[in-house]
């Protein structure tokens, strides 16, 4: 097994590998992208090369990051659990729609506001149901002679390189308004998303697949340290391999992509929202403390900070839906 992990120390940000309680950076000028473009092969070599024959740094001396800094983020929602609860939440329906079971759905979620464990997430303006979503995320890297496009599910397994945590936030008042126009959601959800606390390639987790390719490892989360939901991240509707297969279609994964599998059952208050008919338990605060562990993995946590007061929306103009531009009368 190896971690691969971002960190911050004395001043300077560094990428390597953790082992123990030891960060081990990688030369100057390499960064975990280097890793991700080499391929698992090539970085299982090279840590076996590094860790333990280069200076270390301790662990409990680091600032931990993000251990990526994702190309694209693929966020599919792959629970049934999940789905069920939140179709409740959101649109008051019982059940799950047919249309999920067809094909994996997913939206892409903005790279630019990606945080790291320890950080601080402060809620966006106009909302007041922030929310979390406990998910893992694969992340892609190279395979030589492939380009990553259209994938059958065996050469998409090749392409995952490792796992993390994923904590998707979600301001869902702002998600249910999007919802209602059915495109979206944007603003319900680009504020902030967690990855960590480091990424684990995918050679730690070979023999753990069952037959079909599923992962039977425990996700758990808890805020303020009461559990709030648990589950098996093995009671995905796909495994992994077919959701970055199917990414690949007709369009391409590249070294950097992330593919978070979705909510896990249970793994956020919004669905407990929709199956309970009320908001219990409630929606975040400032200063409350969210934590996810994946077994296998790690632990993710970070605090809610304080709301940003201020007026975001703006309302559409009504148009007339003129098809012709008049000319302006004469002496104007």
């Not at 993995?297 to 559409?316: F, L, Q, Y």
Request: charged share 20%; aromatic share 8%.
């Amino acid at each position: 097994m190896v971690k691969i992990a971002r960190w911050n120390f004395d001043g300077g940000t560094q990428s390597g590998f953790v082992d123990g309680g030891n960060c081990y950076p990688l030369p100057a000028g390499q960064g975990v992208q280097t890793l991700l473009d080499a391929g698992l092969e090539e970085t299982l070599g090279l840590a076996r090369d590094i860790i333990g024959s280069s200076p270390a740094v301790p662990l409990a001396d680091v600032e931990l990051l993000a251990p990526l800094v994702p190309a694209t983020i693929r966020d599919f929602v792959t629970f049934e659990e999940h789905v069920e609860g939140m179709r409740m939440s959101i649109d008051g329906v019982a059940g799950v729609m047919p249309e999920w079971y067809e094909a994996p759905t997913f939206y892409f979620t903005n790279p630019h506001t990606v945080t790291g464990t320890g950080e601080v997430i402060g809620i966006p303006a106009g909302c007041d149901d922030l929310d979390f979503e406990t998910e893992v995320a694969a992340v892609v890297g190279r395979v030589p002679g492939s380009d990553g496009r259209n994938l059958t599910a065996e050469e998409a397994r090749r392409h995952i390189f490792g796992y993390t945590v994923l904590n998707d936030w979600s301001a869902r008042d702002l998600q249910r308004r999007e919802m209602k126009v059915s495109l979206g959601p944007c603003k319900g959800k680009d504020f902030a998303n967690t990855l960590g606390p480091w990424i684990v390639t995918a050679d730690e987790f070979e023999d753990r697949h069952d037959a079909e390719g599923f992962l039977p490892i425990s996700m758990a989360v808890e805020v303020n340290g009461e559990a709030i939901g648990q589950d098996l991240l093995s009671n995905m509707g796909w495994p992994f391999a077919e959701l970055v297969a199917y990414a690949s279609q007709d369009s391409v994964v590249r070294p950097g992509d992330v593919l978070g599998s979705g909510t896990c059952g249970s793994g956020c208050l919004g669905e407990l929202w929709g199956r309970n008919g009320a908001k219990t338990p409630p929606p975040l605060k400032t200063g409350d403390v969210v934590r996810m562990t994946v077994e296998g993995i790690g632990s993710i946590e970070n605090t809610v900070g304080d709301r940003r007061e201020a007026v975001t929306r703006v309302a559409a103009r009504v148009r007339p839906r003129n098809r012709t531009v008049y000319p302006a009368p004469a002496g104007s």
